[in-house]
């Protein structure tokens, strides 16, 4: 643990670190994780100041191929330190959206990440950046999925095995991220156990930060330990273009039955999807667009810091 002098904290970047950020998987090594921000004491307090409608609440079953096991649930009136007890003794994890950069206590955190990740790569030019934090069990995992956004997991606290697989077929279907971006569908993408002998595959511990390419799907097991990190999820040129070539496939699927198979950025298809793109959404932000329920949202379990998985089901108290 150190005091809170930001300039102490930093990341450190390799060459080969560098030369592959936001295009193969790599980790660094950092710091941050000795900031008391991430204690159990100063993590408790941020749970009860934090907005309560964004910190997410959920658990999940052991088999890593069922993502409808996944589940939300109710804290109650627990304390923070209850509720990080329950993470502790049970498989729960919290989610505590924009914490990093909404929260006055870790924003100075949050902005030196981002400015280590842009002294690694002075081509990455950040659009827009989010990161919250995510408090686990030392059982807990996070099912197979893709994220929208490019992407970068700091690890403060624990030991977790993360694994990413190539954003490609059969991995990757990149209708499946269309309809993501359709809001058709969760970021949760099928999984099959044998892809996992062609992953990416590391152990995170304290102090390692990981990073892989826009769309790579990747899933996660703790292994030990409470888990705490900071994803990042951040828009960018890059990923805003590759973004706009999907929606507008989608655009043409759903609207006009045509299958198209081309995700190309460059070429005159590409700038007419860019412009179908550019047109609905504009029609979107002018007339509105029908709100569609996310699902899972509904509470089944109470957290329960003295019941074996920490939570008490809704069902079995009824
Ligand atoms: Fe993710």
Same mark, same amino acid.
């Given at each position: 643990m150190r005091d809170t002098y930001m300039d102490q904290f930093r990341s450190t970047w390799s060459d080969e670190a560098k030369q592959k950020f936001?295009?193969?998987?790599?980790t660094v090594r950092h710091n941050y994780h000795e900031h008391h921000a991430f204690s159990d004491v100063a993590l408790a307090a941020l749970i009860e100041r934090h907005p309560r409608d964004m910190i997410?609440?959920?658990?999940m079953g052991d088999d890593a191929t069922d993502h409808d096991s996944w589940r939300a649930g109710d804290p109650g009136a627990l304390s923070g330190l209850e509720l990080i007890e329950a993470v502790r003794?049970?498989?729960?994890?919290?989610?505590?959206?924009?914490?990093?950069?909404?929260?006055p206590e870790y924003r100075p955190i949050y902005d030196a990440m981002l400015a280590d990740m842009k002294q690694a790569d002075p081509s990455f030019r950040p659009l827009n950046a989010e990161a919250g934090i995510l408090i686990s069990s030392p059982t807990a995992q996070v099912f197979l999925h893709s994220d929208v956004s490019e992407t970068m997991l700091w690890h403060m606290r624990g030991v977790k095995r993360?694994?990413?697989y190539p954003?490609?077929?059969?991995y990757l279907n990149t209708d499946d991220v269309e309809a993501v971006l359709h809001h058709d569908k969760t970021e949760d993408i099928p999984f099959d156990p044998a892809w996992d002998k062609d992953a990416f595959t590391v152990d995170?511990?304290?102090?390692?930060?990981?990073?892989?390419p826009l769309h790579g799907p990747h899933r996660i097991e703790n292994q030990s330990g409470v888990?705490?990190?900071? *994803?990042? @999820?951040?828009? &960018?040129?890059?990923?805003?273009?590759q973004n706009s070539i999907l929606y507008a496939n989608g655009v043409l699927r759903r609207q006009f039955g045509y299958v *198209?198979? @081309?995700?190309? &950025?460059?070429?005159?298809?590409a700038l007419m999807k860019r412009m179908l793109t550019y047109t609905v959404k504009l029609k979107i932000k002018l007339f509105g667009e029908a709100s569609r329920p996310m699902p899972k949202s509904e509470q089944t379990f109470d957290i329960d810091p003295n019941a074996p998985e920490g939570f008490v089901n809704r069902e079995a108290t009824a």
């Open positions: 936001r295009h193969q998987p790599l997410d609440f959920c658990t003794k049970g498989k729960l994890w919290i989610n505590l959206r924009h914490a990093m950069d909404q929260d993360f694994r990413t954003a490609t077929q059969p995170l511990h304290p102090g390692m930060a990981a990073n892989w888990n705490v990190s900071v *994803p990042f @999820e951040i828009s &960018t040129p890059q990923s805003r273009l *198209p198979t @081309e995700t190309r &950025t460059d070429g005159l298809g």
